[in-house]
């Protein structure tokens, strides 16, 4: 799409899951006036941006796709991150909506008016106004880099693990990476394998259970392929033993013993030294942070040439790493695999509804909290995917971002029947719902467990992660609840729909 249109029914912000996702469905709702803005060339949002060695979902397969486009070409349990986005490329390709994408296009602005009642969005290719504004950007998309004394100073080649740099050699290189999360877990075997020596730099150890991969066999593709009903019992059976992990997380802690079991036991078979073995031993309850799966990583860190590091870094040199015990590290590519801005994400900051006031200031003291992890009180149409208290542990974030829409969706349908020009979450319906979360979330793992991770906020509150089964939350969000909401007649005599 070469220029912008002026104006749109509907701005998706975003083409990953969740942006593509809600363009297909506003598609087939005859929804067919709207644009999506992505600030990269290409749909996959977070799995285009992850190209680091060894990236892949630790979420199975059957369960990381949109229920409308099931994939029978997955060719493992558990699929690597280029199979993902060629899945998401094909999907955009044949859904036919591809015309309404303006690529290389990023949000500057977002402000709502409010005699207009609409939104009216400043990109860096010109201005669009829209009656919807709705958010696909993820929780997962802006880098985190770490706060390091001297770290801007390195004069080696230095990259964060979601901008992998494949220009990059690390063939005999001294290569330290920072931080041993989801992303590093995957990233150091690969690196290992060519690298001359890597510094693996641990601040809290996760807990590593195995990853039970493995390829499907021809006969399985082959009725995945011709005999969908049985790539559907899969999904179904892998969908409910997931949501049997539940209990574990959010009510019971102790129920997650056999994990414990499994992940101590990967320890023991992964590393023969038994000092090594300690220093990888999480001291905190597992599922607190994330439970990351890899069969690899253990023996990677048992490798001569790698070396784990749990001293504290104090700064970082031209040319090296050191830490607090005054031990200087040489490096020549250093990795930061430290994570993403979860609780403050950036796009808060652009997003003004209201009086001006953007979604960053008025979660300043409050922290993220909005309705049903959609809608936002003081921001009338705008609608988030992946928005706050809707993050998983133990499942799809596909399966929330479907339900979400199916919402969006249905709130569209009724402004449309209703003529409502606008609508916003009553503010007495947004602190029920976010106070009833908060309480669930006192007894969960991530607040009682013992650790410090990016679930939690600067206030101590878990503003992520959805407490409760997925289930639930797609039935909460079954139908849009025209009561909890504010709504506006169209002050002209225009209709919401197309
Ligand atoms: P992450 O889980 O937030 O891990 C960041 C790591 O960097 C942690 O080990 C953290 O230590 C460390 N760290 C942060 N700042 C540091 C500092 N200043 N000094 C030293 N260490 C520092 O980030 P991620 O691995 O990129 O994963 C983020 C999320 O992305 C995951 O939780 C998951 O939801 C998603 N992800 C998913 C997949 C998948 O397979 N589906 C793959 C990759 C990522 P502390 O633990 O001490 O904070």
Redesign the pocket.
């Known amino acids: 799409m070469q220029t912008l249109p002026t104006a749109v029914t509907h701005l998706v912000v975003g083409a990953g899951f969740a942006g593509l996702g809600m363009a297909i469905r506003l598609d087939e709702a005859g929804e067919t006036d709207f644009l999506v803005i992505e600030k990269d060339s290409d749909v996959g949002g977070t799995w285009r941006a ?1 190209t680091y060695p060894g ?5 199975p397969s059957q369960l990381y796709s949109f229920s409308f486009a099931p994939n029978p070409d997955w060719s493992r349990s558990f699929s690597p991150q280029p199979e993902i986005h060629a899945y998401l490329r094909r999907v955009a390709r044949e859904s036919g909506v591809l015309d309404r994408f303006a690529f290389d296009t990023v949000l500057e602005e977002a402000r709502y008016d409010e005699q207009a009642q609409r939104w009216v969005v400043r990109t860096n290719h010109g201005e669009v106004t829209a009656t919807t504004l709705i958010s696909g950007s993820g929780g ?1 998309s802006e880098p ?1 880099l ?3 004394d001297g770290i801007e100073g390195f004069q080696g080649e230095l990259f964060h ?2 901008r992998w740099d494949h220009d990059v050699d690390l063939t005999g290189k001294r290569v330290a990476v ?7 877990i ?1 990233l150091v075997p690969e690196v290992a394998k060519v690298a001359g020596h890597v510094d693996v ?4 150890a ?1 807990y590593v259970i195995p990853r039970n991969d493995r390829r499907y066999t021809r006969l399985e593709r082959l009725l995945f392929r011709h005999v969908p009903a049985v790539q559907k019992v899969y999904r179904t059976a892998t969908y409910w033993a997931r949501e049997s992990y539940v209990p574990a997380f959010t009510w019971k802690p102790r129920l997650a013993t056999p994990a414990r079991r499994a992940a101590l036991l990967n320890i023991a078979r992964g590393i023969p030294d038994p000092a090594l073995r300690e220093r990888v031993t999480p001291d905190y309850a597992i599922g607190c ?2 439970i990351l799966i890899s069969n690899s990583y253990y023996p990677a860190l048992a490798r001569d040439h790698v070396d784990l590091v749990t001293d504290r ?1 104090a700064k970082v040199t031209g040319d090296a790493v050191v830490t607090v015990d005054g031990v200087e590290r040489p490096v020549d590519v250093l990795v930061v ?4 801005h979860t609780t403050e994400q950036p796009i808060a900051e652009r997003i003004h509804g209201r009086g001006g006031r953007s979604l960053s200031q008025v979660w300043a003291d409050t922290g993220m909290a909005s309705y049903k992890g959609t809608t936002t009180h003081g921001f009338p149409n705008l609608f988030q995917l992946v928005g706050a208290n809707t ?1 998983l542990g133990h499942s799809s974030m596909v399966f929330m971002i479907e339900s979400q829409i199916a919402y969006v969706l249905d709130a569209i349908a009724s402004m449309g029947v209703n003529r409502y020009a606008a609508i916003e979450p009553r503010r007495d319906a947004q602190d029920a719902w976010n106070r009833d979360l908060q309480r669930r979330m006192q007894r969960t793992v991530w607040s009682t467990g013992g650790c ?3 679930y939690l906020d600067d206030h101590g509150r878990n503003t992520t992660l959805w407490p409760r089964t997925t289930y639930t939350f797609r039935s909460l969000l079954s139908r849009f609840d025209v009561d909890a909401y504010d709504v506006e007649a169209a002050r002209s005599d225009e209709r919401i729909s197309s």
């Not at 920072?178 to 590093?184: E, Y």
């Not at 695999?337 to 993403?340: E, V």
């Open positions: 992850n990236a892949a979902c630790d979420v997962l985190r770490p706060e390091i693990s979601a920072i931080g041993t999360g989801a992303s590093s995957q730099y641990q601040r809290t996760p942070k994330r870094i695999a430290t994570g993403f993050g410090s991770s990016w």
